[in-house]
């Protein structure tokens, strides 16, 4: 079973719509994370929510809004998609909080392009 | 803002070759430094290293962490096709910021058989 799952793998879509990608995780982990990664391969913190309540908002703009209906789930919703959004959206979990010893999970990254 | 820097950006060897990928880092109230490998997915967890000079090994992969210095190397030796990725260098916040992983750009790493 995988430990992180997004869904969808690959979206293609155009701009100004409105799209949305799932996460689960069933690690039992207590905090959830939204990744991106541009083309140059940087991958930057977008969200964090332990236990369903935000903790980390980097600077992001309002588009994209997260949802975490319980601990296990954090999805991604983005508005009026723009090309500069296509990139790879990487799920994450772990228990915890980093650096205290404990590993944080990547999903296999959702391949979102914006045409 | 904690800063990751890597070097090279980029790689190509042989099989056989020994590499090694450099990462210095700049944080508040250090605690710990991640390798990570990404390969077409999803990054997948190398080592954790948290005092310095204490190399991390696994197989022909080894890391080590110099605190004073402010950077870590991660060395693998007799390079094989597979380990062609891209290798990120992370490092958690000091204090109790909630997984806030800066990453450093990453090395591209092409081993040619």
């Known amino acids: 079973d995988t430990a992180v799952s997004q869904t969808p793998k690959y979206l293609v879509t155009q701009m100004g719509n409105d799209k949305s990608i799932k996460c689960e995780q069933n690690?039992?982990?207590?905090?959830m994370y939204w990744y991106k990664q541009d083309s140059k391969k940087f991958l930057k913190i977008m969200f964090s929510?332990?236990?369903?309540?935000?903790?980390i908002n980097e600077t992001v703009p309002n588009r994209f809004s997260p949802k975490s209906p319980d601990k296990a789930h954090l999805n991604l919703h983005i508005n009026s998609l723009e090309l500069g959004d296509s990139a790879v959206y990487f799920c994450?979990?772990?228990?915890?909080?980093?650096?205290?010893?404990?590993?944080?999970?990547f999903g296999e990254g959702s391949w979102l392009t914006v045409v | 803002e904690d800063k990751v820097v890597q070097s090279p950006l980029s790689l190509v060897v042989h099989e056989g070759d020994t590499v090694t990928l450099n990462c210095s880092y700049e944080?508040?109230?250090?605690?710990?430094l991640l390798w990570y490998k990404q390969e077409k997915k999803a990054p997948t967890f190398l080592f954790m290293l948290?005092?310095?000079?204490i190399e991390k090994k696994s197989g022909r992969l080894s890391s080590i962490l110099d605190k004073k210095e402010l950077f870590s190397i991660l060395n693998i030796t007799a390079t094989q096709t597979g380990d062609s990725a891209i290798y990120l260098c992370?490092?958690?916040?000091?204090?109790?910021?909630?997984?806030?992983?800066?990453f450093g750009q990453g090395t591209i790493l092409t081993v040619h058989p």
């Open positions: 690690l039992g982990h207590d905090t």
């Open positions: 948290t005092s310095s000079g």
């Open positions: 929510y332990n236990n369903k309540e935000l903790i």
């Open positions: 944080v508040t109230n250090f605690r710990s």
């Open positions: 994450a979990s772990s228990q915890g909080f980093q650096g205290g010893g404990n590993t944080i999970y």
């Open positions: 992370a490092v958690p916040p000091g204090g109790t910021s909630y997984g806030k992983l800066t």
